[in-house]
């Protein structure tokens, strides 16, 4: 958890990704889709930090990018421990130390249908990373499984299984075992529950903080769903086109939003209490396509409150009381 003085487990600053669109025989570079534009975040040790945004703003890629699944075009990814000496620059890691990062940084993928190898058994996928890192083998790498499929809510005799034998939860329990099992401090859970019915969706997520307070993991959690964000996080950043636009502690976000878009991504959020009614913010027009950015601020185009100089000026970066900031031309509400 955030406490004063300490360093973050986890500092982006300025991520970059592009990926090139390629046309005709010769397959030439006819544009490039910007994925990131400049991110920034930090993730303290034991907290989740939240990020939402619509579809293709860019959340996946930054989690992707921040493992070195995917590599960035420019800024730095720093991850480490309370000593300046155990901070590494993920992006400058030769092989090996990529290798070693490994066992402190995981990923839980959306898809429990097609993140498993169907032709392995669950004591293969689970156990597979106690192998490759010479943490386990034979008799005792058995042991280990059986102890992740336990803390996981599912049967150890489970193991000898195939993963079309299990439904969809199950399948993530198994996708939450694997991540566990090489004991990471840091896990991106990429759109873990979306996949899932809303009583399963609970159960994984009481599954992720249960475990969080045992080992005192830090999530990056991706997801679209803003009630289950407010639920599980402690910070909350806000993506748009490939840029954040706000980031709060999750209380004064919820509460007092600040930023356009977020206002009206909280809007769409259905209300729970019968009879009561929320003013829903309709935005006008789609997301401008990633391969031409719009100039300016890039929130623009779909703004209700847009000026001239939003069009052609970059937004400037204002904090807000609650050690949070936002990008918007706007001083006052």
């Not at 600053?13 to 534009?37: C, D, E, M, N, Q």
């Not at 303290?44 to 990020?51: D, F, K």
């Not at 566990?180 to 859970?189: G, H, I, K, Q, Y």
Request: some cysteine; charged content about 25%; overall charge positive.
């Amino acid at each position: 958890m955030k406490t004063p003085g300490a360093p973050p487990l986890l500092d982006v600053a300025g991520l970059v990704k592009t990926f090139p669109v390629r046309a005709g025989l010769l397959g030439r570079v006819i544009g490039r889709v910007h994925a990131l534009s400049g991110v920034d975040l930090q993730v303290w040790a034991g907290e989740t930090v939240g990020c939402v945004g619509e579809s293709g703003c860019g959340k996946t890629t930054l989690g992707r990018v921040i493992l070195r699944l995917i590599e960035a075009d420019a800024g730095s990814v720093r991850f480490g421990g309370p000593e300046a000496s155990d901070v590494r620059d993920v992006r400058a890691l030769d092989e090996k130390g990529l290798r070693r990062l490994r066992r402190e940084m995981q990923i839980i993928f959306q898809d429990p249908y097609s993140s498993l190898n169907p032709r392995m058994k669950v004591a293969d996928l689970v156990g597979e990373a106690l192998a490759v890192h010479g943490l386990a083998r034979g008799a005792e790498r058995q042991r280990r499984v059986a102890r992740l499929l336990a803390r996981v809510g599912l049967d150890p005799s489970c193991a000898s299984r195939y993963p079309h034998e299990f439904s969809g939860g199950q399948r993530q329990r198994i996708g939450v075992a694997r991540a566990l099992a090489l004991e990471p401090r840091f896990v991106v859970c990429d759109e873990a529950v979306s996949a899932l019915d809303a009583s399963v969706q609970a159960q994984i997520v009481n599954l992720l903080r249960d475990v969080q307070e045992e080992l005192g993991l830090a999530y990056l959690f991706i997801s679209h769903d803003l009630a289950v964000v407010r639920h599980v996080s402690r910070r909350v950043v806000v993506m748009y086109l490939g840029e954040v636009v706000e980031t709060a502690e999750c209380a004064a976000l919820f509460a007092h939003p600040r930023h356009p878009y977020t206002r009206a991504l909280l809007s769409a959020v259905p209300v729970a209490r019968p009879g009561e009614r929320r003013r829903r913010i309709l935005l006008a027009g789609d997301v401008p396509s990633p391969l031409r950015p719009p100039p300016g601020c890039r929130f623009h185009t779909r703004c209700p409150f847009v000026m001239e100089h939003c069009r052609s000026v970059a937004p400037p970066q204002r904090e807000t009381g609650s050690g949070g900031w936002f990008r918007c031309h706007l001083e006052e509400e």
